[in-house]
């Protein structure tokens, strides 16, 4: 990522533009920080804020007319916040002021002529900025009258006026604003702003002086024409234009760059307010508010915000910022030689699960942000091999010839289709495996043949493009040697990784296969009403989510589905390898997500059903109805963990060659043949590590073989560690009956210890 897609990235999230209010406010006062500390009772705070904003704030406080209240989302909703009321307040209730303090002294002289709201702006502004100003007017009071009537008493205009003194701003009175001294005061001054109100454009004898800038044709006078149906706060407005343009002049600075956004402008800030109950205007009194009807008030502000995608996603919740925030954050990890990437752990533990782009309004994708970072990672050998390690040595494994299988189906030599379970299924219920294909053998013409294997999803997921490449030949020569024929997937990553590895296939869902023949599907198990879990890798395909649900409704299977389902339906921690690189955040995803299906939970991904059933959510998978197992509660079925998941696709193997296709399986490598025993203890650190029962197997091989284990005197257990891998697996045990092993505890490192194997 290069600097110009970092901005593009930037642009599209929204969540740092400013709310409505602050948009469309001629001064961009901060309304919604405003009604924050308002709400919490911080006056001082509050009146902070307009001071930092607002030009001789105790006046102008006084007369906002609100021009931001119509463009408030509450005027939806109950009418918008009456900001114009809450300034007052603080103006009125504030016990400290901020001390005005001005920059140093710049050396420049800048001239003002007329005393209006106009010109006293210009004046504060650059009299704040470390010139010097001289106010040349008829006199320093004659913005009072302009004023809307009994809004400010005129000492306190008077006592607004005398801070400009603290600010290098004097007064010359009794000059009248004519054009000759405007002309001489160009002589005098190294700037001259012209007060609109007291000396417009056209008194200047200047055509069209440039909006944007007041710039007129004539060096170092800035003007405009005179305001019309103008309104306070915009007059106000004006005199910070004007003095802006004199300080960018000053400093040899482009005068118009960066001012798309100085007049009131459209925020592209999103903000749902779907849900928002419409809450009444609190009443202003013409005495203006109590403190307690202000703090009333303010609360009813919505203090707007995006964050969408990041109160949808635990994931983005977990990082504690947002998509704008994060892109910067990717891009400075990207950008570092030598030191620590912080942002790794925020690039390894997205989902890829594609629903922020689906909520966000200007479609945001932190999975392509994080994809193409995870590729860049990969590439520059900066990718920590403790993120998808294990899911890469699974995929491998799933893809070894203990558990891969190309076949045609027994007694043809030929397949009109294949069936591909996928690795999750496999390791998930290799019986629901068996009972499928032997179904789509009976109801298929044309000769079903089969393929074990894995899609290739973990090395694409973990950014190993080398990896998805190999994955994807290979998988396409196994494809090949059965006659190219359609694909039946039955796991919707799968589907999605076949048809980006494999586009010229004909790739079709086991689901739409049996939503075709559903009418040979009677289901007599006692169901109550199920809640349906959509997987993120269904999110678009469209027709797969519709055979699903015609396929329940046909069966009379009652079901709901949960409020963000179908294609904004949320992931169940196991996406983009969340598990592997994150599994304290899988784990919450897991949960969150099982939480919002209010009944027991019926899905159609393997990794849905695995995860949910390992939060103790009572879940099944759509083959658990279609082809039920003796179990009565097919619903309580434990997730099996990682061990046994890799026995799953093992066994399967053998069973289908053994019974189907009547072939010798290969034989068993010697380690499985070593016994071995657990203690409670002992299997809770093996899930949580990832530690398998093959790893345990070949260290006590290892110790057997070898005899370089230790003894601990005081309990007579014996101590051995083993690096079969790029991990050092150690393992506590002691030998029972014959050779029997008992394990107490396990644990693993990816230090090498020098010297030793």
Not at 258 to 286: H, Q, W, Y
Request: hydrophobic share 35%; proline share 5%.
């Amino acid at each position: 990522m290069d600097q110009k897609d970092l901005r593009k990235w930037e642009a599209r999230c929204t969540q740092e533009e400013p709310a409505r209010c602050k948009a469309m406010c001629p001064l961009h006062v901060d309304g919604r920080e405003l009604c924050k500390l308002i709400a919490a009772g911080q006056i001082d705070k509050a009146w902070a804020v307009l001071c930092k904003t607002m030009p001789f704030p105790a006046v102008t406080a006084r007369v906002c007319d609100g021009d931001c209240q119509e463009a408030c989302l509450r005027s939806k909703i109950g009418g918008g916040i009456e900001l114009a009321g809450l300034e007052r307040f603080c103006a009125e209730n504030a016990k400290r002021t901020p001390p005005m303090r001005a920059l140093p002294a710049r050396g420049k002289n800048i001239a003002v002529i007329g005393a209006y709201l106009p010109g006293l702006a210009a004046a504060w502004d650059l009299g704040k900025k470390g010139f010097t100003v001289k106010v040349l007017c008829e006199s320093r009071f004659e913005g009072f009258d302009g004023l809307p009537a009994g809004r400010v008493e005129k000492e306190t205009f008077e006592k607004e006026l005398s801070q400009l003194g603290k600010m290098n701003v004097s007064f010359i009175e009794k000059r009248s604003p004519a054009r000759e001294i405007v002309y001489e005061a160009l002589e005098d001054f190294d700037a001259v702003f012209a007060d609109p109100v007291a000396c417009d454009a056209a008194k200047l004898h200047i055509s069209d002086p440039d909006a944007t800038t007041l710039k007129t044709t004539k060096e170092g006078l800035f003007a405009s024409v005179a305001p019309d149906d103008c309104s306070v706060i915009s007059l106000i407005a004006l005199g910070r234009k004007g003095a802006l343009s004199i300080e960018r002049t000053m400093q040899g600075a482009a005068l118009s760059a960066g001012r798309d956004r100085e007049d009131p402008f459209e925020s592209r800030l999103f903000t749902n307010i779907s849900k928002v109950e419409p809450v009444s205007i609190v009443a202003l009194p013409e005495a203006g508010y109590s403190v307690e009807q202000a703090r009333e008030e303010a609360k009813r502000c919505l203090l707007c915000e995006c964050m969408e995608c990041v109160h949808n996603c635990a994931y983005l919740e977990e990082f504690k910022s947002y998509p704008k925030a994060y892109a910067r954050q990717i891009y400075n990890n990207a950008s570092i030689v030598m030191g620590t990437r912080r942002a790794n752990n925020l690039i390894n533990s997205c989902m890829l699960c594609g629903l922020c782009e689906d909520i966000c309004p200007e479609n945001f994708s932190m999975k392509e942000l994080c994809i193409d970072a995870r590729r860049d990672l990969v590439e520059k050998g900066n990718m920590p091999p403790s993120a998808h390690e294990f899911a890469l040595r699974d995929m491998e494994f799933a893809d070894s010839s203990t558990c891969s299988l190309v076949k045609h189906e027994q007694g043809t030599d030929e397949s009109r289709q294949i069936f591909f379970p996928g690795c999750q299924l496999t390791a998930s219920d290799p019986s629901a495996v068996e009972k499928t294909y032997s179904y789509l053998c009976s109801a298929l013409e044309g000769g079903t043949g089969m393929i074990l294997r894995c899609c290739g999803a973990p090395a694409d997921w973990s950014g190993q493009v080398d990896v998805f490449g190999r994955k994807t030949e290979s998988l396409e020569r196994d494809w090949n040697s059965l006659g190219r024929p359609q694909i039946i997937a039955a796991c919707p990553s799968c589907i999605e990784s076949l048809r980006k590895g494999l586009p010229e296939a004909d790739i079709v869902s086991l689901w739409s296969v049996i939503s075709s023949d559903r009418d040979n599907f009677n289901i007599d198990m006692k169901l109550k009403e199920l809640s349906l879990q959509d997987p993120c890798s269904a999110r678009h395909n469209y027709e797969l989510m519709t055979d699903v649900r015609l396929l329940l409704n046909d069966m009379n299977v009652d079901f709901n589905e949960p409020e963000l389902s179908g294609s904004r339906t949320e992931c169940c921690g196991f996406g983009g390898l969340l598990s592997d690189a994150n599994e304290p955040l899988s784990r919450k995803v897991a949960e969150s997500r099982a939480e919002k299906l209010t009944g027991d939970g019926i899905t159609y991904c393997a990794m849905c059903r695995d995860l949910l059933a390992k939060t103790g959510k009572r879940c099944m998978h759509m083959l658990d109805i279609l082809f039920p197992s003796e179990s009565d509660d097919p619903a309580a079925r434990p997730a099996p963990g990682y061990s046994e998941r890799r026995e799953n696709r093992v066994r399967l193997k053998e069973n289908l060659l053994n019974n189907l296709w009547c072939e010798p399986s290969h034989p068993r490598p010697d380690y499985e043949s070593i016994a071995v025993n657990f203690t409670d203890e002992a299997r809770e650190m093996m899930e949580k590590r990832r530690i398998l029962l093959s790893d345990i197997q070949k260290t006590l091989q290892f110790a057997q073989e070898s005899e370089r284990d230790l003894e601990n005197v005081e309990t007579g257990h014996r101590l051995v560690h083993f690096r079969p891998v790029t991990v050092t697996y150690w393992v506590e045990f002691e030998k029972k009956d014959g050779d029997k092993y008992l394990v107490h505890r396990v644990w693993s490192h990816r230090m090498q210890i020098l010297g030793v194997v």
